[in-house]
C-alpha cells in the first residue's frame, strides 16, 4: 500500500517567515508532486519533480521553490511566507511511464500564514 | 486558462438514488482522465479512471462516461450512500507526460 506522508498536518507561520514542508513517500515513485487546494479553484500544481535533483514549475511556482536530494523526499519551500499563501498544500507521487497515472496523496498540511 | 471544468460547485441527492457528477474539458491532447475522492481533512483518493480510447468504465457502484466529441466526462454513482458524501474532482492527462490538471472540484452531499 502507498504511502505518502506529510511533516506536518497543521502550520501556522508569520509573514516573511521561511516555510519548509516536507513530503516523503514509500513506494519509490519516481514523480512527485506539491499543489495547493483553494475553495472554488481545485488543485493547483505548484511544482513537480520527475527524478532526484530534477524539477518543473507547474501553474503557480511564484513564491515557491522546492528540492528533491532523495528520491523518497520532496520538500516545497515559501522562501517569505505572505497571507495570500495560507492554504491546503498537498503532496502527491506517481510512477513514470507505466500507463497508470493514478497520483498518491498525502493527507495534506493546512498552513496559515499571519 | 481552466483546462478541465466542473461548472457545478455542489449537488446534492437522495440515499439510494443516482448521483451523477460532470466535467467538461478544452485540450485535445488530453488522453487519459482520472476522478478522486476527498473528505476534509484527508488527501484525495483515487476512485475511477478511463482511457481515451474508451467510452465506459465501471467499478462497482461507480460508472464513468467519456464523451470525446463533447470533449465531457461524467461520473455516476448509483446507489447513492452517505459516506459518498465528498468533494469529487475530475482531472485529465496530457499525452506524454505524468502530471495531472485537475478541475475545482464538486461537493456531492447525499441525504439519508
Known amino acids: 500500500d502507498v504511502k505518502v506522508t506529510q511533516s506536518s498536518r497543521y502550520l501556522v507561520k508569520r509573514t516573511g517567515e521561511k516555510v519548509f514542508l516536507e513530503c516523503v513517500q514509500d513506494?519509490?515513485?519516481?514523480?512527485m508532486f506539491w499543489y495547493r487546494q483553494d475553495p472554488g479553484l481545485g488543485l493547483r500544481l505548484i511544482y513537480f519533480?520527475?527524478?532526484?535533483?530534477?524539477?518543473e514549475k507547474g501553474d503557480i511556482p511564484e513564491g515557491y521553490s522546492v528540492s528533491r536530494e532523495k528520491k523518497e523526499r520532496f520538500s516545497l519551500i515559501l522562501e517569505s511566507a505572505s497571507t495570500n499563501q495560507t492554504s491546503m498544500y498537498l503532496c502527491a507521487s506517481s510512477l513514470s511511464w507505466t500507463g497508470i497515472y493514478e497520483q498518491y496523496f498525502g493527507p495534506g498540511t493546512r498552513l496559515t500564514v499571519t | 486558462d481552466q483546462q478541465v471544468k466542473q461548472n457545478s460547485p455542489s449537488l446534492s441527492v437522495q440515499e439510494g438514488r443516482i448521483s451523477i457528477l460532470n466535467c467538461d474539458y478544452t485540450n485535445s491532447m488530453f488522453d487519459y482522465f482520472l476522478w478522486y475522492k476527498k473528505y476534509p481533512a484527508e488527501g484525495p483518493t483515487f476512485l475511477i479512471s478511463?482511457?481515451?480510447?474508451?467510452d465506459k468504465n465501471e467499478d462497482g457502484r461507480f460508472t464513468v462516461f467519456l464523451n470525446k466529441s463533447a470533449k465531457h466526462l461524467s461520473l455516476h454513482i448509483v446507489p447513492s450512500q452517505p459516506g459518498d458524501s465528498a468533494v469529487y474532482f475530475c482531472a485529465a492527462r496530457s499525452l506524454g507526460g505524468s502530471r495531472l490538471t485537475f478541475g475545482e472540484g464538486t461537493q456531492l452531499t447525499v441525504n439519508p
Open positions: 519533480s520527475y527524478d532526484v535533483k530534477m524539477k
Open positions: 478511463i482511457s481515451s480510447i474508451k
Open positions: 513506494m519509490d515513485h519516481e514523480n
